[in-house]
C-alpha cells in the first residue's frame, strides 16, 4: 500500500489511494468514526472526574520539586545576601537577563558582595543554567512559583530585595 | 646560528637566545610559566617551563637555558607534563581558590594552566591551607591578595629593576613566604599597575578596576595613551559603550611593556560629568550659556559673524597639541588656507609641561606637540594673543584649554567679538567660550598622533560618542560648509590621504602606520636614500 | 382580504419560530464547545457565571459571548466597498431566518372550530421555495469576500460560491426524487404522507423509502451550510477565516449566527423531509388525541421520575463539591437540585391531583399539538447535534477531493437514485 507523493496517481488526488474497497466507501469509515467521538462523548459526561483537566486556578499542578520556578537568593546566616557578585550566572544566561553589580564589602569574612541583582523576568527563559552556574548555592529557582504576571512591565524587572525574599506570593506589585 | 630540534622538528636560531623564547617560537604558544617576564631579569622560580634536553639527566627550566648547536629539546612528552603537573599542583597547595571573587578569573595563569595541564584533585583540604593576608591595599592603586599569590617575584623583581623604587619584597619562608610592601612603605610610584599587569594570577589586583568588570566581557580596541607626549601604546578594555580600564600594549620602540598610572587612570574623563555632551550657546556675553541643537549652533555662528561686521569681520584659529594630526591638518587647509582664517598657533609658549621622568612619562602633557609642529604650525605667546584680540574678531579655539595654560588667556579672550570652542571636555575656555561645540572623546574616535620622538602612531575608535557630541572633524567640515568652502574629503581615510600627499613631513604615512606606529623621521629619511 | 385575526396568528407563527430559532442558537453554540470537549476529553467552557453561583454547565458562556460581541470595537477596513460589504452579513441572516417560513411544526391546531396550520405560509411550491431561498446564500459569502478588500476573504468567497453552486445541484436531485415519491412539493403534504406505516409496523419515513437520496441530501446539506467537513471558505488554517475575515463585532456576530441558523434550518429540513417532521411514530395526530389521557399520565410519571433522579443526582453533587470550590460556585448543585424536586413536586402533585388520565377533547387536542411540535423540535435539535458530532469527528476536505465528491460520485449517484425512483414510481402507481 505505497503511497507516492511523486507517482503520477498521487498526483492527481490520491482519493481512495492504498485504501481497501470498504474503505474507499467512506460512509462505513465516518460511522466508525463518529461512533469513536461518541464513546468519548458518553464516556466524559459519565466519568466527569476521569477527564485529564485540570480546574486550573482552582487546582494548581503539582509539578514536584524539579519545576524551576521563579527564582530566588539565599541568604547567609547574619541575612545578607549569600551571593558573591561573581556574575557566572549572568555570563552563562543565554537570556542576558541577569544584571549584577558588585561592590567591595567591608565584612572581614566577605570580601565581594553584590551592589544590586536585577533580573528581567521578561527576558528570562527559566532555563536555570544560572543555577548549575552558582558557586555557592546562592540563586535557586526551587520556589515553585510559576505563575508570573502582571499588567505592567516594570513590575517583572525584579530586585536584589525581591529575590532575597522571594518564596510564596505572585507578582511584585 | 645554532641549529637544534624542539618537539622532533629542526630550527634554527640566534646562538646565545633564550630557550623559552625559542621553545615560544617553535611551539607557536609559550611554556607553561609564571615567572619569566620579556622585560625582567631571569628568576626561574616557578619551575613550570621545564623541558626535557636529551643527555641532559634532570628536566631544565627553559627561561634560565641558552639554544645550543646541536640540542635537542622535548617540550610536551609525558615526563615534561608530569613535572608540569605536580609543579601547579605545588603552586596551588595553598592557594585558596575563591575564582569566584577574583578579579584575575577569566585572565588567570593559574586557572588557564590549570585546564590545560592540571586537572586533578586538590590534596589539601580549604581547612589546611595557610592563611595569608587577604584584601590588602598596599597602595593607592594595588590590592594585595597574598594568599593568592604564586612567589614568582615578578612585582618585586619591577620594583627592583624598573621603577627602582624597592617597596616589595617576599617575606618568611618556606609555606609561609609572602609578598608585602616593606615595613614603612606603599607602593605607590606613578607604575604601580604595572604589578597588576604582570602578576600571573590574582594576588595583585588593580583597586581603579576592582569589581567593576568581569574581564571576559571586555572587548579590546587598539588605543594611545594622550596623557603625555611619550604616546604610550594602550589597549581600551570596555563594554557595551563604557570604557572599564586601559593595559598598555607591547611596543619595544615606545612603551615596551609598561604604562604609568597617571595615563592608566585618564579613561575616567571619558564618563565624567564634565563632559560637553550638547552644544551651548550664549546669547550674550555675561549671560548663562543655554544648550542648544547643533543646527542653532551653526545658526549663531552665522548671525555673530555678521553682527561682527559681515565681511569685514576677521576668522582667527588656535588650534592646540590635543588634536590629532589629521583635525589639525583639517583645520588648517579648511578654516585657514580656503575660508581664510587666521592662524594664531598650536599653543602658547611654555604651557602644558610639568615634571617628567626619566622611565615614560614625558614633561610635555600634550600628546600631539611634535605632530603640529610637523605641520608647519607655531606656537604663540601672550601678547601675541592679546595684539590679536579684537571686537571684530571671532575666534576659533579647537581642543585644549588656553585659560588654565595662562592666566591672562582668559581676559584675552574675552577681548574677542566671539569665541566658539570645540571640545570634548567642560574647561575655563569653554566656560569663557560664546559657542561651545562638543566634540568626542578619543576613545571615541579615530585619529593620529605623533609622539615626542617622531612617530606617528594611530588609534581607533573604542565606543561610540555620549550625548550629540560629534567627531571634531566632521564639524570643522561642518564649518567649512558653513564659511562657504565644504572640503572636498569626507571622512578620516580621505583627510589621511590628502595629508599625505600635501604635507611632505607625513608623506610616509600614504604606505599605512601599523599596529606599532612609523617613525616620520627615519621613514624619511630611507624614503629619501631610496630615491 | 384576509381578517385580521388570521394576519396576528401569523405574526403569533412568526414570532414562534424566531423565538426558537434564536433561543435554540446560544444553546447550539453551548452543545458546540461543550460536545467538542468531551469528544476531545476536555471540560469545555465552565467558567462564566451569573452571580458567581450559576454555571449551568457552561450555558452562560454564549451570553457572555453576546456581550463580548456587542460591546467589542466595530472595525470597517479601509479599501472595503462600504454598501456590499454592510450587506453581506443582512443577507446571511435575513435568509438563514426566512426559509423557516415554509416548515411545518405541527398538525393543525383546534381553536373552538377554527384550524390553524402550524407553519408560518402554506406556500403550494414548499421545497422549491427553500431550494431557492436558501441558494441566496452564496450571496452573502461572495459578496462578504469580495467588498472585504482581502485577499483570504475573497479566496473564501470563491470557494463558497463553487461549492454551494456545486453541491446544489445534488441537493435538487434528490429532493427531485423525494417529490416523486411523495408527488407533491407542499412540505406539510409531504409530511402528512409520512405519518403512514409501511407494512404495518414501520413507519414510512423519507429515509426509509430514499435512502440513497438521505444520504446525498445530508452530504449536500453540510456543504450547503459551510459546516465540516466541507468548511473550506472558512478553513481557518488556509484562509484564517475565510469570507467573513474582516468583520468584527456585531457584523461578525451575524455571520456566526446565520451558520447556526442554517444549521438549525438545514437540521429542521431534513427531519421534515426525511424524519418525518412533527410526526410521532406510530401515532397519528387522530390516535394522539385519541390517547391523550394515558400519553399524558405516562409523560408525567417518567417527568417526575426524571426530574427526581435529577434532583438526587445534584444534591449527591452538591455534598460532594462542598468545601473544594471555596466560594459561592459551590451552591449551585444544591439549588438546582432544589428546583428539580420542586419540578418533580409540581409534576407528581398534577400527577395525583388533577387526573391527566381524564382529559376532555379540547386538551386532548392541544395536548397532541404540543407532543407534535415537541417531536419537530426533539428531531430538529438531534439532527443540528449531527452537524456538531461529524464537525469533530471528520477532518477537512482538500478543495480538489471536495470538487471530484461532489461531480464525479455524489451527481452520476443521485441522477441514478432519481431514474431508479422515477422507475420504480411509473411502475408501481402508473
Same mark, same amino acid.
Given at each position: 500500500?505505497?503511497?507516492?507523493?511523486?507517482?503520477?496517481?498521487?498526483?492527481?488526488?490520491?482519493?481512495?489511494?492504498?485504501?481497501?474497497?470498504?474503505?474507499?466507501?467512506?460512509?462505513?469509515?465516518?460511522?466508525?468514526?463518529?461512533?469513536?467521538?461518541?464513546?468519548?462523548?458518553?464516556?466524559?459526561?459519565?466519568?466527569?472526574?476521569?477527564?485529564?483537566?485540570?480546574?486550573?486556578?482552582?487546582?494548581?499542578?503539582?509539578?514536584?520539586?524539579?519545576?524551576?520556578?521563579?527564582?530566588?537568593?539565599?541568604?547567609?546566616?547574619?541575612?545578607?545576601?549569600?551571593?558573591?557578585?561573581?556574575?557566572?550566572?549572568?555570563?552563562?544566561?543565554?537570556?542576558?537577563?541577569?544584571?549584577?553589580?558588585?561592590?567591595?564589602?567591608?565584612?572581614?569574612?566577605?570580601?565581594?558582595?553584590?551592589?544590586?541583582?536585577?533580573?528581567?523576568?521578561?527576558?528570562?527563559?527559566?532555563?536555570?543554567?544560572?543555577?548549575?552556574?552558582?558557586?555557592?548555592?546562592?540563586?535557586?529557582?526551587?520556589?515553585?512559583?510559576?505563575?508570573?504576571?502582571?499588567?505592567?512591565?516594570?513590575?517583572?524587572?525584579?530586585?536584589?530585595?525581591?529575590?532575597?525574599?522571594?518564596?510564596?506570593?505572585?507578582?511584585?506589585? | 646560528?645554532?641549529?637544534?630540534?624542539?618537539?622532533?622538528?629542526?630550527?634554527?636560531?640566534?646562538?646565545?637566545?633564550?630557550?623559552?623564547?625559542?621553545?615560544?617560537?617553535?611551539?607557536?604558544?609559550?611554556?607553561?610559566?609564571?615567572?619569566?617576564?620579556?622585560?625582567?631579569?631571569?628568576?626561574?622560580?616557578?619551575?613550570?617551563?621545564?623541558?626535557?634536553?636529551?643527555?641532559?639527566?634532570?628536566?631544565?627550566?627553559?627561561?634560565?637555558?641558552?639554544?645550543?648547536?646541536?640540542?635537542?629539546?622535548?617540550?610536551?612528552?609525558?615526563?615534561?607534563?608530569?613535572?608540569?603537573?605536580?609543579?601547579?599542583?605545588?603552586?596551588?597547595?595553598?592557594?585558596?581558590?575563591?575564582?569566584?571573587?577574583?578579579?584575575?578569573?577569566?585572565?588567570?595563569?593559574?586557572?588557564?594552566?590549570?585546564?590545560?595541564?592540571?586537572?586533578?584533585?586538590?590534596?589539601?583540604?580549604?581547612?589546611?591551607?595557610?592563611?595569608?593576608?587577604?584584601?590588602?591595599?598596599?597602595?593607592?592603586?594595588?590590592?594585595?591578595?597574598?594568599?593568592?599569590?604564586?612567589?614568582?617575584?615578578?612585582?618585586?623583581?619591577?620594583?627592583?629593576?624598573?621603577?627602582?623604587?624597592?617597596?616589595?619584597?617576599?617575606?618568611?619562608?618556606?609555606?609561609?613566604?609572602?609578598?608585602?610592601?616593606?615595613?614603612?612603605?606603599?607602593?605607590?610610584?606613578?607604575?604601580?599597575?604595572?604589578?597588576?599587569?604582570?602578576?600571573?594570577?590574582?594576588?595583585?589586583?588593580?583597586?581603579?578596576?576592582?569589581?567593576?568588570?568581569?574581564?571576559?566581557?571586555?572587548?579590546?580596541?587598539?588605543?594611545?595613551?594622550?596623557?603625555?607626549?611619550?604616546?604610550?601604546?594602550?589597549?581600551?578594555?570596555?563594554?557595551?559603550?563604557?570604557?572599564?580600564?586601559?593595559?598598555?600594549?607591547?611596543?619595544?620602540?615606545?612603551?615596551?611593556?609598561?604604562?604609568?598610572?597617571?595615563?592608566?587612570?585618564?579613561?575616567?574623563?571619558?564618563?565624567?560629568?564634565?563632559?560637553?555632551?550638547?552644544?551651548?550657546?550664549?546669547?550674550?556675553?555675561?549671560?548663562?550659556?543655554?544648550?542648544?541643537?547643533?543646527?542653532?549652533?551653526?545658526?549663531?555662528?552665522?548671525?555673530?559673524?555678521?553682527?561682527?561686521?559681515?565681511?569685514?569681520?576677521?576668522?582667527?584659529?588656535?588650534?592646540?597639541?590635543?588634536?590629532?594630526?589629521?583635525?589639525?591638518?583639517?583645520?588648517?587647509?579648511?578654516?585657514?588656507?580656503?575660508?581664510?582664517?587666521?592662524?594664531?598657533?598650536?599653543?602658547?609658549?611654555?604651557?602644558?609641561?610639568?615634571?617628567?621622568?626619566?622611565?615614560?612619562?614625558?614633561?610635555?602633557?600634550?600628546?600631539?606637540?611634535?605632530?603640529?609642529?610637523?605641520?608647519?604650525?607655531?606656537?604663540?605667546?601672550?601678547?601675541?594673543?592679546?595684539?590679536?584680540?579684537?571686537?571684530?574678531?571671532?575666534?576659533?579655539?579647537?581642543?585644549?584649554?588656553?585659560?588654565?595654560?595662562?592666566?591672562?588667556?582668559?581676559?584675552?579672550?574675552?577681548?574677542?567679538?566671539?569665541?566658539?570652542?570645540?571640545?570634548?571636555?567642560?574647561?575655563?575656555?569653554?566656560?569663557?567660550?560664546?559657542?561651545?561645540?562638543?566634540?568626542?572623546?578619543?576613545?571615541?574616535?579615530?585619529?593620529?598622533?605623533?609622539?615626542?620622538?617622531?612617530?606617528?602612531?594611530?588609534?581607533?575608535?573604542?565606543?561610540?560618542?555620549?550625548?550629540?557630541?560629534?567627531?571634531?572633524?566632521?564639524?570643522?567640515?561642518?564649518?567649512?560648509?558653513?564659511?562657504?568652502?565644504?572640503?572636498?574629503?569626507?571622512?578620516?581615510?580621505?583627510?589621511?590621504?590628502?595629508?599625505?600627499?600635501?604635507?611632505?613631513?607625513?608623506?610616509?604615512?600614504?604606505?599605512?602606520?601599523?599596529?606599532?606606529?612609523?617613525?616620520?623621521?627615519?621613514?624619511?629619511?630611507?624614503?629619501?636614500?631610496?630615491? | 382580504?384576509?381578517?385580521?385575526?388570521?394576519?396576528?396568528?401569523?405574526?403569533?407563527?412568526?414570532?414562534?419560530?424566531?423565538?426558537?430559532?434564536?433561543?435554540?442558537?446560544?444553546?447550539?453554540?453551548?452543545?458546540?464547545?461543550?460536545?467538542?470537549?468531551?469528544?476531545?476529553?476536555?471540560?469545555?467552557?465552565?467558567?462564566?457565571?451569573?452571580?458567581?453561583?450559576?454555571?449551568?454547565?457552561?450555558?452562560?458562556?454564549?451570553?457572555?459571548?453576546?456581550?463580548?460581541?456587542?460591546?467589542?470595537?466595530?472595525?470597517?477596513?479601509?479599501?472595503?466597498?462600504?454598501?456590499?460589504?454592510?450587506?453581506?452579513?443582512?443577507?446571511?441572516?435575513?435568509?438563514?431566518?426566512?426559509?423557516?417560513?415554509?416548515?411545518?411544526?405541527?398538525?393543525? $391546531?383546534?381553536?373552538?372550530?377554527?384550524?390553524?396550520?402550524?407553519?408560518?405560509?402554506?406556500?403550494?411550491?414548499?421545497? $422549491?421555495?427553500?431550494?431557492?431561498?436558501? %441558494?441566496?446564500?452564496?450571496?452573502?459569502?461572495?459578496?462578504?469576500?469580495?467588498?472585504?478588500?482581502?485577499?483570504?476573504?475573497?479566496?473564501?468567497? $470563491?470557494?463558497?460560491?463553487?461549492?454551494?453552486?456545486?453541491?446544489?445541484?445534488?441537493?435538487?436531485?434528490?429532493?427531485?426524487?423525494?417529490?416523486?415519491?411523495?408527488?407533491?412539493?407542499?412540505?406539510?403534504?409531504?409530511?402528512?404522507?409520512?405519518?403512514?406505516?409501511?407494512?404495518?409496523?414501520?413507519?414510512?419515513?423519507?429515509?426509509?423509502?430514499?435512502?440513497?437520496?438521505?444520504?446525498?441530501?445530508?452530504?449536500?446539506?453540510?456543504?450547503?451550510?459551510?459546516?465540516?467537513?466541507?468548511?473550506?471558505?472558512?478553513?481557518?488554517?488556509?484562509?484564517?477565516?475565510?469570507?467573513?475575515?474582516?468583520?468584527?463585532?456585531?457584523?461578525?456576530?451575524?455571520?456566526?449566527?446565520?451558520?447556526?441558523?442554517?444549521?438549525?434550518?438545514?437540521?429542521?429540513?431534513?427531519?421534515?423531509?426525511?424524519?418525518?417532521?412533527?410526526?410521532?411514530?406510530?401515532?397519528?395526530?387522530?390516535?394522539?388525541?385519541?390517547?391523550?389521557?394515558?400519553?399524558?399520565?405516562?409523560?408525567?410519571?417518567?417527568?417526575?421520575?426524571?426530574?427526581?433522579?435529577?434532583?438526587?443526582?445534584?444534591?449527591?453533587?452538591?455534598?460532594?463539591?462542598?468545601?473544594?470550590?471555596?466560594?459561592?460556585?459551590?451552591?449551585?448543585?444544591?439549588?438546582?437540585?432544589?428546583?428539580?424536586?420542586?419540578?418533580?413536586?409540581?409534576?407528581?402533585?398534577?400527577?395525583?391531583?388533577?387526573?391527566?388520565?381524564?382529559?376532555?377533547?379540547?386538551? %386532548?387536542?392541544?395536548?397532541?399539538?404540543?407532543?407534535?411540535?415537541?417531536?419537530?423540535?426533539?428531531?430538529?435539535?438531534?439532527?443540528?447535534?449531527?452537524?456538531?458530532?461529524?464537525?469533530?469527528?471528520?477532518?477537512?476536505?482538500?478543495?480538489?477531493?471536495?470538487?471530484?465528491?461532489?461531480?464525479?460520485?455524489?451527481?452520476?449517484?443521485?441522477?441514478?437514485?432519481?431514474?431508479?425512483?422515477?422507475?420504480?414510481?411509473?411502475?408501481?402507481?402508473?
Amino acid at each position: 500500500m505505497g503511497y507516492s507523493v511523486h507517482g503520477p496517481k498521487a498526483r492527481t488526488g490520491g482519493q481512495g489511494q492504498g485504501l481497501l474497497p470498504k474503505e474507499s466507501l467512506y460512509l462505513i469509515e465516518i460511522c466508525k468514526g463518529l461512533f469513536i467521538t461518541m464513546r468519548h462523548l458518553v464516556r466524559n459526561v459519565f466519568h466527569m472526574g476521569d477527564m485529564p483537566t485540570l480546574q486550573y486556578p482552582d487546582e494548581k499542578p503539582d509539578y514536584g520539586p524539579w519545576l524551576r520556578g521563579r527564582h530566588r537568593l539565599m541568604k547567609r546566616e547574619d541575612g545578607s545576601p549569600r551571593c558573591v557578585a561573581c556574575q557566572m550566572c549572568s555570563t552563562i544566561c543565554p537570556a542576558d537577563c541577569i544584571s549584577i553589580m558588585a561592590m567591595d564589602d567591608d565584612r572581614p569574612d566577605v570580601e565581594k558582595s553584590p551592589e544590586t541583582f536585577d533580573i528581567d523576568l521578561l527576558r528570562c527563559v527559566y532555563c536555570g543554567l544560572c543555577v548549575e552556574a552558582c558557586p555557592c548555592d546562592a540563586i535557586r529557582m526551587d520556589t515553585g512559583i510559576f505563575e508570573i504576571a502582571a499588567d505592567n512591565r516594570a513590575a517583572f524587572q525584579v530586585d536584589m530585595d525581591f529575590l532575597l525574599n522571594n518564596t510564596t506570593d505572585g507578582v511584585k506589585s | 646560528m645554532a641549529k637544534m630540534t624542539i618537539d622532533g622538528k629542526e630550527h634554527e636560531f640566534e646562538d646565545g637566545m633564550n630557550l623559552f623564547e625559542a621553545c615560544a617560537v617553535a611551539r607557536g604558544e609559550n611554556l607553561p610559566h609564571f615567572c619569566y617576564h620579556p622585560g625582567l631579569s631571569i628568576a626561574g622560580v616557578c619551575r613550570m617551563c621545564q623541558v626535557e634536553v636529551e643527555g641532559m639527566p634532570k628536566l631544565m627550566i627553559a627561561c634560565n637555558s641558552q639554544v645550543k648547536d646541536g640540542m635537542v629539546v622535548h617540550t610536551r612528552n609525558e615526563r615534561v607534563d608530569g613535572a608540569v603537573r605536580q609543579i601547579l599542583n605545588f603552586h596551588l597547595l595553598h592557594h585558596p581558590v575563591d575564582c569566584p571573587v577574583c578579579d584575575q578569573a577569566g585572565e588567570c595563569s593559574l586557572q588557564d594552566f590549570y585546564m590545560a595541564n592540571g586537572l586533578y584533585e586538590a590534596d589539601v583540604d580549604i581547612e589546611d591551607k595557610i592563611a595569608k593576608g587577604k584584601v590588602k591595599p598596599i597602595g593607592e592603586m594595588v590590592m594585595l591578595d597574598a594568599e593568592r599569590c604564586v612567589l614568582c617575584a615578578r612585582c618585586t623583581r619591577f620594583t627592583t629593576e624598573i621603577t627602582q623604587t624597592h617597596e616589595m619584597g617576599i617575606f618568611n619562608r618556606g609555606d609561609h613566604s609572602e609578598i608585602d610592601v616593606a615595613p614603612g612603605k606603599t607602593l605607590d610610584n606613578n607604575y604601580s599597575l604595572n604589578t597588576v599587569d604582570i602578576c600571573p594570577v590574582g594576588a595583585l589586583t588593580s583597586r581603579d578596576f576592582r569589581f567593576r568588570r568581569r574581564v571576559w566581557w571586555l572587548s579590546e580596541t587598539d588605543g594611545i595613551c594622550h596623557g603625555c607626549a611619550t604616546g604610550c601604546n594602550m589597549s581600551i578594555h570596555h563594554s557595551e559603550g563604557i570604557v572599564y580600564r586601559t593595559k598598555p600594549r607591547d611596543n619595544m620602540d615606545v612603551n615596551r611593556y609598561w604604562m604609568c598610572d597617571h595615563g592608566r587612570t585618564l579613561y575616567h574623563e571619558i564618563a565624567e560629568s564634565d563632559r560637553l555632551t550638547q552644544p551651548s550657546v550664549r546669547k550674550a556675553r555675561g549671560e548663562l550659556a543655554q544648550t542648544a541643537s547643533w543646527d542653532h549652533a551653526y545658526r549663531s555662528i552665522e548671525a555673530a559673524g555678521k553682527a561682527l561686521g559681515g565681511d569685514d569681520a576677521a576668522l582667527m584659529i588656535i588650534l592646540s597639541p590635543h588634536a590629532t594630526v589629521e583635525e589639525l591638518y583639517a583645520a588648517k587647509s579648511v578654516l585657514s588656507d580656503s575660508v581664510g582664517g587666521a592662524l594664531l598657533g598650536y599653543r602658547l609658549r611654555g604651557s602644558e609641561i610639568g615634571e617628567g621622568d626619566e622611565l615614560l612619562f614625558d614633561a610635555d602633557r600634550t600628546p600631539n606637540a611634535a605632530g603640529a609642529k610637523k605641520l608647519g604650525l607655531a606656537e604663540y605667546d601672550a601678547k601675541q594673543l592679546e595684539a590679536a584680540a579684537n571686537e571684530k574678531t571671532m575666534l576659533l579655539v579647537v581642543g585644549g584649554d588656553l585659560a588654565l595654560a595662562a592666566p591672562d588667556a582668559g581676559a584675552a579672550l574675552s577681548k574677542f567679538g566671539c569665541v566658539v570652542y570645540l571640545g570634548w571636555q567642560e574647561n575655563s575656555t569653554s566656560m569663557l567660550a560664546d559657542i561651545v561645540l562638543p566634540t568626542s572623546h578619543y576613545a571615541e574616535r579615530e585619529g593620529t598622533f605623533v609622539n615626542r620622538e617622531g612617530r606617528a602612531q594611530t588609534f581607533a575608535a573604542a565606543i561610540d560618542a555620549p550625548g550629540e557630541a560629534r567627531d571634531p572633524l566632521r564639524v570643522i567640515r561642518e564649518l567649512g560648509a558653513l564659511f562657504g568652502h565644504e572640503p572636498t574629503w569626507d571622512g578620516i581615510e580621505a583627510v589621511r590621504s590628502e595629508l599625505c600627499a600635501r604635507e611632505g613631513a607625513f608623506a610616509a604615512m600614504a604606505q599605512g602606520v601599523g599596529p606599532l606606529g612609523l617613525a616620520l623621521d627615519a621613514a624619511a629619511e630611507s624614503e629619501v636614500e631610496r630615491a | 382580504m384576509p381578517d385580521i385575526t388570521e394576519l396576528l396568528w401569523a405574526l403569533g407563527k412568526i414570532g414562534f419560530m424566531l423565538a426558537v430559532i434564536l433561543g435554540t442558537l446560544p444553546v447550539m453554540i453551548w452543545a458546540e464547545r461543550k460536545g467538542a470537549a468531551y469528544i476531545q476529553d476536555r471540560s469545555g467552557p465552565n467558567r462564566a457565571s451569573i452571580g458567581g453561583v450559576f454555571r449551568l454547565g457552561g450555558l452562560i458562556h454564549p451570553l457572555a459571548d453576546v456581550f463580548k460581541l456587542v460591546f467589542k470595537e466595530e472595525i470597517v477596513p479601509a479599501g472595503v466597498n462600504v454598501f456590499f460589504y454592510h450587506l453581506a452579513p443582512i443577507i446571511m441572516m435575513t435568509v438563514a431566518l426566512s426559509t423557516f417560513a415554509v416548515i411545518p411544526f405541527g398538525d393543525v $391546531l383546534l381553536l373552538g372550530t377554527r384550524e390553524i396550520p402550524l407553519l408560518v405560509a402554506n406556500l403550494n411550491v414548499g421545497i $422549491l421555495y427553500i431550494l431557492a431561498i436558501s %441558494s441566496l446564500t452564496v450571496y452573502g459569502t461572495v459578496l462578504a469576500g469580495w467588498s472585504s478588500n482581502n485577499k483570504f476573504a475573497f479566496l473564501g468567497g $470563491l470557494r463558497a460560491s463553487a461549492q454551494m453552486i456545486s453541491y446544489e445541484i445534488n441537493m435538487g436531485l434528490a429532493v427531485l426524487a423525494l417529490i416523486l415519491v411523495y408527488g407533491s412539493v407542499r412540505l406539510n403534504d409531504m409530511v402528512v404522507a409520512q405519518g403512514d406505516l409501511l407494512w404495518g409496523f414501520i413507519p414510512a419515513w423519507g429515509v426509509v423509502l430514499q435512502p440513497v437520496g438521505f444520504v446525498l441530501f445530508l452530504v449536500a446539506l453540510f456543504a450547503e451550510t459551510n459546516r465540516n467537513p466541507f468548511d473550506l471558505p472558512e478553513g481557518e488554517s488556509e484562509l484564517v477565516a475565510g469570507y467573513h475575515l474582516e468583520y468584527s463585532s456585531l457584523k461578525f456576530a451575524l455571520f456566526f449566527m446565520a451558520e447556526y441558523c442554517n444549521m438549525i434550518v438545514g437540521a429542521a429540513v431534513v427531519s421534515t423531509l426525511y424524519f418525518g417532521g412533527w410526526q410521532v411514530p406510530w401515532l397519528t395526530t387522530e390516535g394522539l388525541r385519541e390517547n391523550a389521557g394515558t400519553l399524558l399520565t405516562v409523560s408525567l410519571s417518567v417527568g417526575t421520575l426524571l426530574n427526581l433522579l435529577f434532583a438526587t443526582g445534584l444534591w449527591r453533587k452538591f455534598q460532594g463539591e462542598r468545601g473544594t470550590l471555596g466560594d459561592r460556585r459551590e451552591l449551585e448543585s444544591g439549588i438546582l437540585a432544589v428546583v428539580f424536586l420542586g419540578l418533580a413536586l409540581a409534576t407528581g402533585g398534577y400527577l395525583l391531583v388533577g387526573k391527566p388520565w381524564d382529559i376532555g377533547p379540547a386538551a %386532548s387536542a392541544h395536548f397532541a399539538t404540543v407532543m407534535q411540535i415537541g417531536q419537530f423540535i426533539t428531531k430538529t435539535l438531534l439532527f443540528s447535534w449531527v452537524f456538531i458530532w461529524v464537525r469533530w469527528t471528520l477532518p477537512r476536505f482538500r478543495y480538489d477531493q471536495l470538487m471530484r465528491l461532489g461531480w464525479q460520485y455524489m451527481l452520476p449517484l443521485a441522477l441514478l437514485n432519481f431514474v431508479v425512483t422515477a422507475a420504480f414510481v411509473l411502475f408501481t402507481h402508473g
